[in-house]
């Protein structure tokens, strides 16, 4: 049939985080109140001082970028990186996409084709094996569990490896279960992994979210041994507030920035050059504003992981850093919705949307099946009242 879409995407799921959020904002629009512990992103706004940045960048951008981004930008991003991170890259080796999801997308179709096997520790990002199944390649996924801290091991990884290898993506701090490895959990694995030829993706997005003393640690400073394998993903969404300027980037062996360079300039030609010097901006600038969305952050964490351990039925672990809590929600099945008796985390993410107009994400999408994820990137107020509505409709519940 010459009008048929292509097959590729058959395998392909929608995005769950982006069909919740949706879902909320359709909820909105009719006029129901709703609690938003759907999305990923920090509610604050963007920094005056990047918005200051863009302004006076509205009258110089008008043109072209380079393809993988400005020099400004990448010479802020090796700036960044040396600061937050300890380690230093050279700008050649840095490729600026339309946020990390962009810059995740063009490194599985740099590296991805079928026949390989790309390890992804569950609970995972929901757009890392959907991206790994767009190039035809097949996610390995690696269950871990809550009372390790939903990190993997060296030893479960060592098992995941296969011939077939092509890569592994390592979240750090996690999304969805907000787990975070140390510096000697991370060269754990890295052990391993220098006895492999395979690439490394870490997407450390959440590196500057980390609460109660627990320190980021970059895999590319714990093992700087993986060399040309390594690709660290990185971008200003979650530390500047900034996901809607969609700026992201890889730093990768200068080899692979060049693949990257190929497949950029035959598709965005560059990212928005407004929002590269906003970037720029937000990356050199003060820390005050980081600082402080890192406080209110880490103070909305201990309500949220109370509030949900607060309930009946509901078991929440203190995550380490990014902002989200993962519970396990399994206690809460058997209570009557409808015609319907609640038996699974999707059911129950339905149930409290419908009852007390919580949105959070059932973690099925996540590889997480009988918990939920809630975004706690909302005020203390919002998680108080939509917790305790949520504990009071546990209590009144109808069982079977
Ligand atoms: N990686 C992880 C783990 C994320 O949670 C997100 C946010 N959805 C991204 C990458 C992509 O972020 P962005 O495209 O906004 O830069
Ligand atoms: N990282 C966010 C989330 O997981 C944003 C939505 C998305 O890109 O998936 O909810």
Known sequence: MSHAFAQRLDAVAPSATLAMTAKAAELRAAGRKIYGFGVGEPDFPTPEYVQQAAREAVAKSSHYTNVVGTPELRAAVCEATARDRGWTPSPDRVCVG?????????????L??????????????????????????????VETR?????RLSAEALRAALTPR????ILCTPSNPSGAAYSAEELRALAEVLLGHDCFVIADEIYGELCYDGFEHHSLAKVAPELGERLVIVDGVSKTYAMTGWRIGWSISSAALAKQIAK???????????????AAAAALVGPR????????????RRRRMVEGLNAIPGVSCDMPRGAFYALPNVEGLYGIRHGDKLLASAADVSLWQLDVCGIAAVAG?????????????????????????????????????
């Open 263 to 277: 497949v950029q300039g035959q598709s965005t030609t560059n990212p928005t050059a407004v929002a590269q010097a």
């Open 364 to 400: 099925e999408p996540f590889g997480a099946p009988g918990h939920i994820r809630y975004s706690y990137a909302a005020s203390e107020s919002q998680i108080d009242e939509a917790l305790t509505a949520l504990r009071a409709a546990v209590l009144d519940a109808e069982r079977a």
């Open 98 to 110: 339309v946020g990390a999801k962009h810059v995740l997308f063009n490194l599985a179709l740099a």
């Open 112 to 141: 991805f084709e079928a026949g390989d096997e790309v390890i992804i520790p569950a609970p995972y990002w929901v757009s890392y094996p959907e991206q790994v199944r767009l190039f035809g390649a097949t996610p390995k996924i």
């Open 288 to 299: 005050d504003e980081v600082h402080r969305m890192r406080e209110l952050f880490a103070a």
């Open 146 to 150: 809550a009372q390790d801290g939903w």
């Open 165 to 168: 290898t092509k890569a592994i």
